[in-house]
């Protein structure tokens, strides 16, 4: 079974940075595909990025070029680091993992039913 726990999440104004943390167990990091999501108040839970275990990465349009997915294999950790945020990515962030074909590190954009491993979120409040 799989274990992951997000932390990292905050408060912030608009334009500034964060960065969450997934700590997971075993060594998922090095062998499962991995993403974190999002969802705020009355939406839809959306894919923000993706890893596969080999290090192809995958962003959604509205994150690329801001926020920046990586993994240290040896800490076993996923990370998202936010910069330039916005009050829009204000959302509840959640890690996700699972075995198999990763898309090149954007299996996320298929939705989130295609993860069956979950952490139980970090809050991201970003004020103007």
């Known amino acids: 079974q799989v274990q992951l726990v997000e932390s990292g999440g905050g408060s912030v104004q608009a334009g500034g940075s964060l960065r969450l943390s997934c700590a997971a167990s075993?060594?998922?990091?090095?062998?499962?595909?991995m993403a974190w999501f999002r969802q705020a108040p009355g939406k839809e839970r959306e894919g923000v990025a993706g890893?596969?275990?080999?290090?192809?990465?995958g962003y959604a349009d509205s994150v690329k070029d801001r926020f920046t997915i990586s993994k240290d294999t040896a800490k076993n950790t996923l990370y998202l680091q936010m910069n330039s945020l916005k009050p829009e990515d204000t959302a509840m962030y959640y890690c996700?993992?699972?075995?198999?074909?990763?898309?090149?590190?954007?299996?996320?954009?298929?939705?989130?039913?295609?993860?069956?491993?979950w952490g139980q979120g970090t809050q991201v409040t970003v004020s103007s």
């Open positions: 996700a993992a699972d075995t198999g074909w990763c898309r090149n590190g954007a299996r996320w954009a298929l939705g989130s039913g295609t993860f069956r491993y």
């Open positions: 075993g060594d998922t990091t090095s062998r499962a595909c």
């Open positions: 890893i596969s275990s080999d290090g192809y990465t």
